[in-house]
């Protein structure tokens, strides 16, 4: 599974399965994230206990975890949660985030293709990504890559200052998130932009 990439830049990045060895690069790739990157996740991954969780609940599999590694530090971290059983047995949520010096750079593309990847071969058929209505950016990027607001929730989450915010779901089908990405993917190889 363990892939290099090349990014728009040139940058080589290897993207691969994270391990328990990950967890010092794991703390320090989510303690140098802005304020307002970490402002909107999900848990307060600067704290060490919480990283430690995020490692151990890879090792156990119901949490399919990617990072992509520059110059040995994490610079990407993705997760695909998966259901596994009963209703939603056929979703799993997708989680992305990307360093800003490796943005805009064709890294979140790639590190998606990827966990598209995972969710395919766990028997996956749609992928649901949950955010908080600021994120505009995140939810234009699902946008192009086939997702579609599904539900708004007023003010039902807080972000880590407190503030209570909207919650945005939005949901694609696999075979069409495929589709999309390989267009896209198709485009930035005639403009010579991966590896």
């Keep these: 599974m363990p892939t290099t990439v090349k990014l728009k830049d040139g940058t080589e990045v290897l993207i691969r399965e994270m391990t328990k060895d990950d967890y010092e690069r794991s703390l320090a790739f989510f303690r140098e994230l802005p304020e307002e990157d970490m402002l ?49 047995q056929h979703m799993a949520e997708l989680r992305l985030i990307i360093a800003r010096p490796y943005q805009r750079k064709g890294l979140g593309t790639l ?35 086939g997702f579609h607001e599904e539900i708004l929730l007023p003010s039902f989450v807080k972000d880590h200052r407190g ?25 930035l190889d005639a403009a010579g932009f991966r590896g």
């Design 111 to 145: 590190m998606a293709r990827e966990l598209y990847r995972l969710a395919s071969s766990e028997g996956v058929e749609e992928i649901v990504v949950r955010m908080m209505r600021p994120q505009t950016a995140a939810r234009n990027i699902f946008r192009k890559l």
């Design 40 to 88: 909107f996740l999900r848990r307060d991954v600067s704290d060490p206990e919480v990283v430690r969780d995020r490692v151990e609940e890879a090792e156990r599999g119901n949490v399919k975890r990617l990072v992509a590694v520059a110059d040995d530090k994490i610079v990407a971290d993705g997760a695909l949660e998966l259901a596994g059983h009963g209703w939603q």
């Design 163 to 187: 503030a209570k915010q909207d919650l945005i779901l939005m949901r694609c089908d696999l075979k069409e998130l495929w589709q999309r990405l390989e267009t896209f993917l198709s485009e």
